[in-house]
């Protein structure tokens, strides 16, 4: 068995530790732009936002590594020898990756005239950027996050115990 396959919890918590802090960045970013109405590409700031999205793996061929088959040979010319050890990849099941969208959701206008970004009528295009819920995604990813560390604290616990038995 390799060292690798007896650490797939810690290997879960420590992505979800990483989906997390890009969610935190994400939102931390939203709120330091709240009030941005010219950016780089022109125009007010656009909101982000993290969506977790499952890897796509074929079914089948996640099927035969999470089972840890081997493949018995009768002929060695049959398959060639990378393609035997199905188990031995190492390659995370059920994996998510974060992946940072724009927030499609239409910008806030407000009249100001004498603001320099002001059009001819007079109206200032804010961002889509809500600062209660930005700070109410930030409880929820910290929580989230604290989750994971408590996770991993559990896991290390257990594989302290497991040793001194």
């Known amino acids: ?5 007896m650490f797939s919890a810690l290997n879960i918590s420590a992505r979800a530790l990483g989906a997390q802090r890009k969610r935190m960045n994400a939102i931390a970013n939203n709120i330091a732009n709240a009030e941005t109405t010219r950016t780089e590409e022109g125009g007010p700031y656009k909101r982000k936002h993290v969506m977790l ?9 996640t099927g035969l590594r999470s089972a840890e088959l081997k493949l018995a040979r009768t002929n060695h010319d049959h398959i060639p ?4 050890p199905f188990g031995d990849q190492n390659i995370a ?8 969208k724009e ?3 239409p910008f806030k206008t407000i009249y100001d005239p004498s603001h320099p970004d002001a059009d001819e009528n007079g ?7 809500n600062i209660v819920t930005e700070m109410v995604d930030m409880i929820a990813a910290s929580r989230a ?19 001194e038995i």
């Open 123 to 129: 109206y200032v295009h804010m961002p889509n950027v």
């Open 53 to 61: 999205q499952e890897t796509q793996q074929q079914q089948f061929l």
């Open 1 to 5: 068995m390799k060292i690798e396959k």
């Open 103 to 105: 927030d499609p959701t």
């Open 145 to 163: 996050f604290e989750a994971n560390v408590t996770a991993i604290n559990a896991t290390k616990a257990m594989a302290k115990d497991s040793l």
């Open 81 to 84: 020898d990378d393609l035997v």
């Open 93 to 100: 099941q059920g994996t998510v990756d974060a992946i940072e």
